[in-house]
Structures are given as C-alpha cells and as structure tokens.
C-alpha cells in the first residue's frame, strides 16, 4: 500500500521560510513524477510545483524565485523548500505522486502565512 506523509507545514510571519517534506512508503519514488499542490481555503486546488523522475521541475509563475522543488530518491522523499512566503501562499499543501499510471495523495500539511 503506497502512502505519502507530508510534514513541515507551520505558521510563518511574511517573507518567512518553511521546507515541506514528503516520505513515500509502498513503492519507489524513483520512476514517477512528484508533485505538491495547494488548496486555498475557498479555492481549488492547484498545482505548484513539479519535478519528473530525471530531475526536470517547474513551478507556476507566482512562486517562481521563491518556492523549490527537490527530490531524493534515495529516501523516497520530495521537497519544497519556500522562501520570502506570502499571505497569499496560504492553504493545505498536498503532495503527488504519479507514478505507474497511478495517482498517490498525501494527507496535505497546513501552511499559514500571516501579514
């Protein structure tokens, strides 16, 4: 049974940091894409950032130069480490797994950012 736990979520004063950890147990990392989305409270939840089996990541525009997305896939672990946060970054950030044309979700970690 595949399971993603997320940790590291907090509340932050603005322009503060956090770094989100993701563990997987039940499969191996190594051969999917990890993802960590967000979910604003009355809002969809949407993608932030994403970084493929080989390395390759992106994030959307509004975190770009603040939010990184990591992986190690020697712990099956993923990371987002988030600098200078907004209030606007506020939500509950979940992790993604992809891998084996199936999806994995954490449990999500709340992230709150005060002005």
């Known amino acids: 049974q595949v399971q993603l736990v997320e940790s590291g979520g907090g509340l932050v004063q603005a322009g503060g940091s956090l770094k989100l950890s993701c563990l997987a147990s039940g499969t191996t990392v190594g051969f999917g894409s990890m993802a960590w989305h967000r979910q604003a409270p009355g809002k969809q939840r949407e993608l932030v950032a994403q970084?493929?089996?080989?390395?390759?990541?992106n994030s959307k525009d509004s975190v770009m130069g603040r939010f990184t997305i990591s992986r190690d896939n020697a712990t099956n672990t993923a990371y987002l480490q988030m600098n200078n946060l907004k209030p606007e970054d506020t939500g509950i950030y979940y992790c993604?797994?992809?891998?084996?044309?199936?999806?994995?979700w954490g449990q999500g970690t709340q992230v709150t950012v005060s002005s």
């Open positions: 993604h797994l992809y891998a084996f044309a199936r999806n994995y």
């Open positions: 970084i493929t089996s080989t390395g390759y990541a």
